[in-house]
Nanobody, 115 residues
Framework: QVQLVESGGGLMQAGGSLRLSCTAS????????MGWYRQAPGKQRELVAS???????NYADSVKGRFTISRDNAKNTVYLQMNSLKPEDTAVYYC?????????WGQGTQVTVSS
């Protein structure tokens, strides 16, 4: 079992920044990648960013140049630095961990960006 706990969500004005954190615990030795998803009401869940154990990163086109995913292996924590926030970034953001697939999910943290 893997447990994921997110933090850092909140309300921010357009153009501002937030940093989300996700800490993993439990049987983490089989994790191959960590990622951030988001879902807004009435929209499909979207993979925002991911990072592998080897350090390779991937981003959705909508956030490239604005968001950065990083990790601190000593703390079993992955971060999502979100800069230049836009109202369309408003969503519930979920942390996920993957071995053969995205197996485990956090509870989600709400990010609201006002214009």
């Amino acid at each position: 079992q893997v447990q994921l706990v997110e933090s850092g969500g909140g309300l921010m004005q357009a153009g501002g920044s937030l940093r989300l954190s996700c800490t993993a615990s439990g049987s983490i030795f089989n994790i191959n990648a960590m990622g951030w998803y988001r879902q807004a009401p009435g929209k499909q869940r979207e993979l925002v960013a991911s990072i592998t154990n080897g350090g390779s990163t991937n981003y959705a086109d909508s956030v490239k140049g604005r968001f950065t995913i990083s990790r601190d292996n000593a703390k079993n924590t992955v971060y999502l630095q979100m800069n230049s926030l836009k109202p369309e970034d408003t969503a519930v953001y979920y942390c996920a961990s993957g071995s053969s697939w995205w197996d485990y999910w956090g509870q989600g943290t709400q990010v609201t960006v006002s214009s």
